[in-house]
């Protein structure tokens, strides 16, 4: 029979709930603020014993789903949540600097939209800018969406909490052809001017650049493609568990057409094999 034990301690009052396992054995379902919650838990957790002895137990552990706190599901989340690695680098420090030591403790099952709301001031009071708050909660509207999926709780509480709005961007400053082919004259060498003009022209990001091959250029068609990103991953979340470069697929996969490159497409076309052999050696 299921029951919640009072205990004293120097901080206050707390209730344990006791329950019969299916061994026959009475544990401890977690200790808990509240008799009812430590009750309501210690029931669920004796339910679930009766149906293992009856073959028929399925899903979360009772006792798991009311005591399994952040810290603890954080691991788990970083594991099983499908981005890039170095995405993921980026959760994991969001997790470690500004999740952890708030809310690292909170239980799972407790966090309810009081909780995110709270948390949001919290950092507010700390000083955390309004772009670290938004990447905090990106990061915790995905944690919690994965704890509804698993059942740890019915609702994601940060989905719709309100976030300090993030400045917008200032104007872009572009560079005229002028002051461009100014900077361009200044490289060190060739391929380094051939490279900032492949930047320059074709609009790609610099970690698409890099992954290029001589395959990627259609110089008769005056198109690049662009098949791949190379980025830094650390050894953790690295698909071969080594701390190196990682050519991932870029955010839109696409062909970069050069019709209105200028000088790109003959500059490119007599230098590449010279530049590719070069940066390769």
């Known amino acids: 029979m299921a029951y919640a034990e009072r205990r004293e301690r120097q901080k206050g009052v ?7 396992a299916a061994d026959g054995r ?17 029931k669920e957790a004796e339910r679930r014993a ?10 979360l552990d009772p ?14 989340f970083l594991r099983h949540h499908r981005v890039e690695g170095n995405t993921k680098d980026t959760y994991a420090d969001t997790l470690r600097l500004h999740v952890v030591p708030f809310l690292g403790d909170c239980r799972l099952a407790e966090t309810d939209r009081t909780v995110a709301r709270n948390y949001v001031t919290a950092l507010l009071e700390e000083g955390r800018s309004a772009n670290t708050i938004r990447q905090a909660k990106v990061v915790l509207c995905a944690m919690f969406g994965m704890a509804v999926a698993d059942g740890y709780v019915d609702y994601n509480p940060f989905h719709d909490v309100k976030i300090p709005k993030v400045p917008g961007r200032r104007a872009i400053k572009v560079a005229t052809p002028e002051q461009y082919l100014t900077v361009r004259a200044c490289l060190p060498n060739k391929p380094a001017q051939i490279f900032s003009t492949l930047l320059v022209s074709s609009g790609i990001r610099f970690c698409e650049a890099v992954g290029l091959q001589p395959t990627d250029f259609d110089f008769e068609a005056r198109i690049l493609e662009v098949a791949r990103s190379v980025v830094k991953v650390s050894r953790r979340h690295h698909p071969r ?18 019709s209105s490159t200028g000088p790109w497409s003959s500059s490119c076309a007599d230098t590449w094999p010279s530049t590719a052999s070069a940066r390769r050696r």
């Open 14 to 20: 707390r209730y344990r709930g006791i329950y019969k």
């Open 26 to 42: 009475y544990r401890s379902a977690g200790t808990f603020s509240t008799e009812e919650r430590a009750l309501e838990v210690a």
């Open 50 to 59: 009766a149906e293992v002895i009856r073959g028929a137990a399925g899903g």
């Open 63 to 76: 006792r798991i789903r009311a005591t399994r706190r952040i810290k603890e599901y954080a691991p788990l």
């Open 241 to 258: 568990a080594r701390r190196s470069w990682c050519a991932t697929t870029p955010r839109t996969a696409r062909p970069a057409g050069s």
